[in-house]
Each structure stands twice: as C-alpha cells, then as structure tokens.
C-alpha cells in the first residue's frame, strides 16, 4: 500500500461549466504517518481534489501538520488496547473551530468510528452535508478478538449512524449489499484505483528476490503485504509450507499480531520484512511469483490491486469485497474459505504450473490499467456535485410536498433522503420565512 507522490499538473483539472470549486473536509480515523489501504487511498484522493481544483481540510489524529499543501487538523489520541498501532482521537471543540474557520461546502468522514462522529456533530449542527464512506469491515473483525456476541450491536450502530448522512460510499459492490442488507441506505460504489506507473512488472529486481527470500532466490515466493493483525489469517500460510516444496514466504508490514506470527512460524523459511514503501514496496510485488492474501473480512483489498498491477498473480477467499478485485482463474484465484485445502490448492496452481502463472500475471497487469486513481476521484466528485445541486433543489420540493400535507417519514421516503436533511432544510425554510416576514412589518 503506497502513498508515493507525483506532480499534481499530471493530473487534469475536471469542472464542470459554470461550476465553482468545493470546500472538502475530510475527517478521517486514521491518516499519515500510518501505512494502509485507507491512507493510500485517502492520500491519491486528496492529490485529485487538489488538481481538480477543490480545497481540502484534513481532521485526523495526530501525526502530520499538512500533506502535499492541504492542512492536516492533528487531534491527540492515544493507542488502541488490543491494537495499539491504531490511535484513537477522540471529538473535542477545536475540531468545530477548525471546521468554522474552512467554512466547508461538505464533509467525507472515512471510516467513522470514534473523530468521525465529530463530522455527524458538526453536520447537524450547521447545516452541512455529509458523506460517510466504509472502508473497514469493523463487525467481521469482532470475532478475531472474542467479540463476537457485540456484532449485532455494531451493526445497528453503524445503521444508526450512517442512516444519518446524505451518502454512504462502498468500495465494492459487495459491501454496498451488505450495506444496504443490513438496513443501509442511500449507498453508492466508490470504485477502485491504483497506481500503475509505481506498481509495475518492470520492477522486478534479482536484488529484492534475494532479499525476500533470504538468499534463496530460486525457490518460490508466495509474498503478503499488509497489517500482521489477528482478522488477516496470516497463519494459513503455514499450510502452503508444508504442502508445496520449495515456497518460501514473505510477510511485509508490521501490526499487533507480530510475535505471535513470529512463533507460529519459527522454524520455517518465512522472512519477515517489515514496512516497505515506493520503489522498494512495488519491487516487492513485481518480484514474488504470487501474492496470497487470506483475509475474509476485506471490503476491498487494495493490496490484491497493487499486485495484480506488478504482473503478480493473486490467490484470496471468496469474500467480503475481493470478488470485485479478482476474476478467478483470469488474473488470480478464488477459493472458497470453507474448503479446507482451497487455498492451498489455488497456490500450487500458481507456483507449480509456470505457464498458467506467466498468463494470469499478463492478464492481472491488463486489468489493473482499467482503474487510475483520475477516475476514481472523478466519480466521487461527481458525487459530491450530485450533492451539492440536489441542496439547491432540496428546499422547493420539500416546500412543494408539505404543502400537500405530506408526513416527514413519507417526504423523506420519496426525496431519499435522511431525517437530518430534512431538518437542515426546514430549519432553512423557516429562516427563509422568518426574513420573509421581516420584510413585509
């Protein structure tokens, strides 16, 4: 998962005839310096609003004053119990001074959780609208951490509160149906992006291939990237070990799962290599033979992209979001994780058949070329004008079908919209009133 640079001119600048630019904050759970799938994503966001030609505020826990130009509102926090490397902020007053003085046209919480209800506070509090997008499939993890029983409860907190905003963007389509399965509305897919000049075939390096193998450059690599964390599974890759000769496994990243991995694997040719990032991460990738991810709670899987980019075929359950990633046989396999040698059998298929591998490996860097980071911020500004025009418009139909003496819950039926926008715009309605009247004594 990368976040490397490029010049904003690379990028064309969208808008839209007769459209001014947008006041964006976003307020995120997780942010710079921390390495993830959502950071990645959040850092080539912010790089495309920018070209766009839109302003951005940044509200994150703190670590970083600015990004790139856009200021970053740095919340203290402090470790999360069972995963410290996550730190929590929590809401408090300078987060709303620092939201007044931007003066935001909307506000994107990623990720909601504990800084993100700020967003929910702030929205209705002064009439801003809101987008929510979810990125972390927080009610799978709960049974990795003997939680389970709490999944219920987080479900209809999440529907509580994401029932609240405007829109809620999934980056899958499968997490949009699960969304909305579990009483969701208004969701929309917020499509994939990778960087395809980074993660390249053509930087595969006999220099990295050693490394990763510990020196043992002609024998199988099977690679991870990612947090060593409890929901990843990374214990799976122990099958593989012992039912493929010659495979030798290299975890990247680091999390609260390390030493534990680092038992559970003690005596077998797994390296771990801890953060790797840019030229040294994508060198990584195009260099393995494939790339195993395990997890079944991925609501996308960015890491299975960024492979599949680098020419390196995949191997991942049928679950949560991949399925949007990976064609089975194509550019990489899916197994079905109830199968108890699936995995294992979709990596020997990899490994032991060249051929095979060489033409999923052409066909996964293919595909990933369909999806740059340009179109994938393009259609989230889309949605975000969508937003701001149907707020034009929002006041007369409400007008139009009070009037006919419409109840709420039914005006909200029929606009989709939530409660807390219909308050925002009768609570504008009776200013508009009040200054009507005003005028008239």
């Known amino acids: ?33 921390k390495i993830d799938g959502i950071v990645t994503r959040l850092c080539h966001t912010i790089r495309h609003l920018r070209a766009f030609g839109h302003t951005v505020l940044v509200i994150a826990p703190e670590g970083v004053g600015e990004f790139e130009g856009v200021p970053v509102h740095g919340v203290p926090g402090f470790p999360f119990p069972i995963y410290p490397e996550l730190k929590l902020a929590l809401p408090r007053p300078s987060i709303g001074a620092a939201l007044d003085a931007f003066c935001p046209d909307l506000i994107h919480a990623i990720n909601p959780a504990v800084l993100g209800v700020s967003a929910f506070f702030y929205s209705a509090g002064h009439d801003v609208p809101l987008v929510v997008s979810y990125h972390t499939h927080l009610p799978k993890y709960l049974q990795y951490y003997g939680l389970g029983s709490l999944e219920g409860l987080m479900w209809l907190g999440l529907r509580e509160g994401y029932n609240r905003a405007d829109l809620t963007l999934a980056t899958s389509r499968a997490m949009q149906a699960e969304l909305e399965a579990k009483g969701i509305r208004r969701v929309r897919l917020w499509r ?90 994508a060198s990584a990738f195009a ?44 550019t990489g396999h899916l197994y079905d994780p109830a199968q108890s040698l699936g995995a294992v059998e979709a990596i020997a298929r990899l490994l032991l058949d060249s051929e095979h ?39 007369g139909l409400i007008a139009q079908h009070r009037a006919a003496g419409q109840r709420v819950d039914a005006i909200c039926s029929q606009l989709a919209i939530s409660r807390q926008t219909f308050r925002r715009h009768a609570r504008e309605l009776a200013r508009a009133g009040q200054h009507r009247r005003a005028g008239v004594s």
């Open 1 to 33: 998962m990368e976040v490397g640079r490029r010049p904003a001119a690379q990028f064309r600048r969208r808008e839209p005839d007769g459209a001014r630019p947008l006041r964006i904050a976003l307020v995120t759970e997780t942010f710079l310096p």
């Open 192 to 281: 994939r992006g990778v960087d395809t000049e980074l993660f390249h075939p053509g930087r595969a390096s006999q220099a990295m291939r050693a490394r990763l193998t510990e020196g043992h450059p002609d024998e199988r690599l099977l690679l991870y990237v990612g947090r060593l964390s409890a929901e990843k599974e990374i214990e799976r890759f122990r099958d593989v070990l012992e039912a493929i000769p010659r495979v030798r496994v290299a975890l990247v990243g680091d999390g609260p799962h390390r030493q534990k991995l680092a038992q559970h694997f003690a005596g077998t040719p797994t390296y771990f290599a801890g953060f790797l990032q840019g030229e040294e991460l």
């Open 287 to 330: 260099s393995a033979d494939a790339f195993f991810l395990p997890s079944q709670t991925e609501t996308l899987g960015l890491v299975l992209l960024e492979a599949m980019a680098a020419g390196c075929p995949v191997a991942t359950p049928r679950a949560g979001g991949t399925a949007d990633i990976v064609q089975d046989g194509v």
């Open 357 to 395: 591998r060489a033409r999923l490996s052409r066909q996964a860097r293919l595909d990933a070329e369909l999806w740059g980071w340009d179109a994938a911020t393009g259609q989230m500004e889309t949605y975000y004008r969508e937003l701001m025009h149907r707020e034009e418009r929002l006041p």
